[in-house]
């Protein structure tokens, strides 16, 4: 069965703060891996990985995937209280047209 | 362009009634899909449309059906509903069956 798990579920951090998110998967016939925001509504999309070792990068925010570890991380740099989100891990297949969601990373920044 | 629009935001059912869920986009997008989302898990796939009469189902189907007879319109009906349904529910389209694009939501309660 296809999977995906985030890490950590839950964080807290200070304004100016770094965070790195992780997610790992495990989905036979990987297509892409893709990241959310998602603030009390709708998720909102932030990027879309297909290849191995490109950095996708938006303001503070940037992804990197590791194809051969089954491995993606999402940096945000400097955070402000309006990252305060849960961001959302999916996998996306060839064979398929769902995306698997992780459960989220709830993140938290303080002033 | 309203992106994805969803009808109506909010709505508490009683056991047994039932109700269609509206879902209109405006980007001409082919790939269409309904999610529910519970509290501290991630988002499930109901059912989804790869074109206009083209409809199946996705991870968690039962008690809800689908029907698209337009590219732009993709409506959930529940039958009867029960308190199993309480939960969020988002519409997404897509233009490669790729990334999604998600609209505001229905907060659906079932008493």
């Known amino acids: 069965e296809d999977k995906v798990v985030q890490s950590p579920l839950s964080l807290v951090v200070h304004e100016g703060d770094t965070v790195t998110l992780n997610c790992s998967y495990e989905v036979t016939n990987f297509r892409s891996l893709l990241w959310y925001k998602q603030e009390k509504k709708a998720p909102t999309f932030l990027f879309m990985l297909t290849s191995s070792g490109i950095e996708k990068k938006s303001g503070r925010l940037s992804s990197i995937l590791d194809k051969k570890e089954l491995f993606s991380i999402l940096n945000i740099t400097a955070t402000q209280t309006g990252d305060s989100a849960v961001y959302l891990c999916?996998?996306?297949?060839?064979?398929?047209?769902?995306?698997?969601f992780g459960k989220g990373t709830s993140l938290l920044v303080t002033p | 362009n309203a992106g994805v629009t969803q009808t109506p935001k909010f709505r508490i059912l009683k056991i047994g009634q039932s109700m269609t869920l509206q879902c209109t986009q405006d980007m001409n997008h082919n790939y269409m899909y309904w999610y529910r989302q519970d509290p501290g898990m991630g988002l499930k796939l109901i059912y989804y449309s790869v074109g206009a009469g083209i409809t199946d189902k996705g991870e968690v189907p039962n008690g809800y059906n689908v029907s698209r007879s337009t590219t732009e319109d993709f409506p959930l009906r529940l039958e009867l509903a029960a308190p199993s349904q309480t939960s969020v529910y988002f519409c997404?389209?897509?233009?490669?069956?790729?990334?999604?694009?998600f609209g505001p939501g229905t907060r659906l309660t079932v008493l």
């Open positions: 997404a389209s897509s233009p490669t069956g790729n990334e999604q694009f």
């Open positions: 999916a996998g996306t297949v060839y064979s398929g047209y769902a995306l698997n």
